[in-house]
Nanobody
Framework: QVQLVESGGGSVQAGGSLRLSCAAS????????MGWFRQAPGKEREAVAS????????NYADSVKGRFTISQDGAKNTVYLQMDSLKPEDTAMYYC????????????????????WGQGTQVTVSS
């Protein structure tokens, strides 16, 4: 059974940085998408970034381009989200997700495309 465990959330002041981690287990296939999503209170869950595990191709939401970086450590089955220049509007619960998919797409996949989800980690950015 696929399991995803997020960590690294916390509270930070605007302009600061955090690195989120997502440790994945329970699968062996190498063609997957790993995605980071976030959900603020009263808002829809939105895609932030994704990485295609076969070749590390990435996609980002416009709101985080140039500030967030998604990466992977294949040996550890772990995906990271480095978040720099954080803003109060980045405050949300951040979720890791994964799905099997062959072939990279330039479109940032939405939540409906993902099969497995972690429990989330809270990120709070104060002004």
């Amino acid at each position: 059974q696929v399991q995803l465990v997020e960590s690294g959330g916390g509270s930070v002041q605007a302009g600061g940085s955090l690195r989120l981690s997502c440790a994945a287990s329970g699968y062996t296939d190498s063609s997957r998408y790993m995605g980071w999503f976030r959900q603020a209170p009263g808002k829809e869950r939105e895609a932030v970034a994704s990485i295609y595990t076969r070749d590390a191709s990435t996609n980002y939401a416009d709101s985080v381009k140039g500030r967030f970086t998604i990466s992977q450590d294949g040996a550890k089955n772990t995906v990271y989200l480095q978040m720099d220049s954080l803003k109060p509007e980045d405050t949300a619960m951040y979720y890791c997700a994964t799905t099997v998919r062959t072939g990279w797409t330039s479109t940032l996949l939405g939540k409906g495309s993902y099969s497995y989800w972690g429990q989330g980690t809270q990120v709070t950015v104060s002004s």
